[in-house]
Antibody, heavy 127, light 106 residues
Framework: QLQLQESGPGLVQPSETLSLICTVS??????????WGWIRQPPGRGLEWIGS???????DYSPSLKSRISMSIDTSRDQLSLKLNSVTAADTAVYYC???????????????????WGKGTTVTVSS | DIQMTQSPSTLSASVGDRVTITCRAS??????LAWYQQKPGKSPKLLIS???NLESGVPLRFSGSGSGTEFTLTISGLQPDDFATYYC????????FGQGTKLEIK
């Protein structure tokens, strides 16, 4: 049974870099059939897609966060990572990692939906 | 950016009721729409993909329909386990979610 587990500091200082790891178990990230990525949910609010990455390291990012995001994947460890720099209080959220599916029709690639989610990790940005 | 708007924001219903949640996209997303269920303190659970494809293990009382810019999630015969928050998500272009609909017990 595929499981994803997020880990990282629960508290980050403003203007610093938020760094999270997602460890995948019960399956392999070394596949072209699925993407892997991150979604966040600020307290009491809705969901926001952050970005998605393939085994090759090819990544797609949310336009609103693209300038501050870096994602990577280590298929030998079945881990993916997220770095978000210059954080502010607005980045306080529960961060989820997820397995993602990207449909295609011929040469057209659509965006991602999430079929397996981790339990999430809470990150607070505060001094 | 494609904006997703759900209605209502809150829905009160009773066990056994049939309820419908609407999701509207700011532009056509064809049928690239998913629905998720989220319970307090838990991660979202995928219910439906591509507008109407029920995920394995999801009860048949859940159904989805629509195309273009207007979509619906219907739950026929509400069960106690169904009271939760529901989100729609478009994945036509740069995935985005609706603001959520909280389904509460009347």
């Amino acid at each position: 049974q595929l499981q994803l587990q997020e880990s990282g500091p629960g508290l980050v200082q403003p203007s610093e870099t938020l760094s999270l790891i997602c460890t995948v178990s019960g399956g392999s990230t070394n596949t072209n059939s699925f993407y892997w990525g991150w979604i966040r949910q600020p307290p009491g609010r809705g969901l926001e897609w952050i970005g998605s990455i393939l085994q090759s390291g090819s990544a797609d990012y949310s336009p609103s966060l693209k300038s501050r995001i870096s994602m990577s994947i280590d298929t030998s460890r079945d881990q993916l990572s997220l770095k978000l720099n210059s954080v502010t209080a607005a980045d306080t959220a529960v961060y989820y990692c997820a397995r993602m599916i990207r449909p295609r029709s011929g040469y057209v690639f659509y965006s991602f939906y999430m079929d397996v989610w981790g339990k999430g990790t809470t990150v607070t940005v505060s001094s | 950016d494609i904006q997703m708007t759900q209605s209502p924001s809150t829905l009160s219903a009773s066990v056994g009721d049939r309820v419908t949640i609407t999701c509207r996209a700011s532009q056509s997303i064809t049928n690239w729409l998913a629905w998720y269920q989220q319970k307090p303190g838990k991660s979202p659970k995928l219910l439906i993909s591509k507008t109407s494809n029920l995920e394995s293990g999801v009860p048949l009382r859940f159904s989805g329909s629509g195309s273009g810019t207007e979509f619906t999630l219907t739950i026929s015969g509400l069960q106690p386990d169904d009271f939760a928050t529901y989100y729609c998500q478009q994945y036509h272009s740069y995935s985005s979610f609706g603001q959520g609909t909280k389904l509460e017990i009347k």
